[in-house]
């Protein structure tokens, strides 16, 4: 067989070369075009030492000069031993303590207290009382609704805890929150025995609870809180 006429061979060659030689020769030529184009200037690992050498401290190992070093991270140990410091370092920084994410407050300048209203009230079926709220807010915030929470005599900070009051606080910014002190009963949830709303025209927000016990303690404001 003519080996010299063949496709992809070249005069005195021998033949076209295998796929392995194509491969091999490939690789050497990314070898060389990477020790052309790399910084050293940057590398971690290498060190020069007191001869002239370049001594590789990840893999301890020596060479003449900067091109036979950057062979060297090429090959197989270099990159092993890299994946090997990775995967320790990796290791080790799930074992640190996370940093604490801190959550930046929003220092809004409070303008007081709203105007309020309280009103007792009692069903005149059944006798059970209950209490309505109005609380003004003409400058409030835009696109905000006021809320409210109850909170337990074990909660607050202002007064002494005392298991027969509860407390009733309404918010929206820029105004203070207030709270009203209201007696320690089960509030009814029952159709009809409770309504909220928010009137934004008047903004002028309205709560009405009733009291599953019919016996109704004194209500007033005790604090404010920012």
């Known amino acids: 067989m003519d080996m010299q006429n063949r496709a992809g061979s070249k005069p005195g060659a021998g033949g076209m070369a295998s796929q392995s030689e194509q491969n091999l020769q490939h690789k050497e030529r990314l070898k060389r075009l990477h ?11 290498i060190m020069r030492n007191h001869l002239g050498s370049f001594e590789c401290r990840l893999c301890l190992t020596l060479h003449t000069n900067e091109a036979s070093y950057l062979a060297h991270t090429t090959g197989k140990k270099h990159q092993t031993n890299l994946h090997r410091r990775q995967l320790r370092e990796n290791k080790d920084n799930s074992n640190l303590p996370q940093p604490k994410i ?42 905000l609704q006021p809320r409210y929470r109850i909170m337990s005599a074990y909660e607050q900070k202002v007064e002494t805890p005392d298991d027969k009051y509860q407390y009733l606080l309404f918010a929206a910014e820029p105004y203070e929150t207030v709270a009203f002190k209201i ?8 159709e009809g025995k409770y309504f909220d709303a928010w009137d934004k025209d008047q903004r002028k927000y309205t709560l009405q609870i009733f009291f599953k016990d019919k016996k109704l303690y004194v209500t007033k404001v005790v604090a404010t809180k920012n």
């Open 35 to 45: 020790i052309e184009t790399a910084d050293v200037s940057n590398d971690p690992y």
């Open 102 to 143: 801190k959550h930046q407050k929003k220092n809004a300048i409070k303008i007081g207290r709203p105007g309020y209203r309280v009103i007792k009230q009692k069903d005149p079926e059944n006798g059970q009382k209950s209490l309505l709220f109005e609380i003004e807010y003409p400058e409030i915030e835009p696109k």
């Open 183 to 190: 007696p320690n009963m089960e509030i009814d949830y029952s």
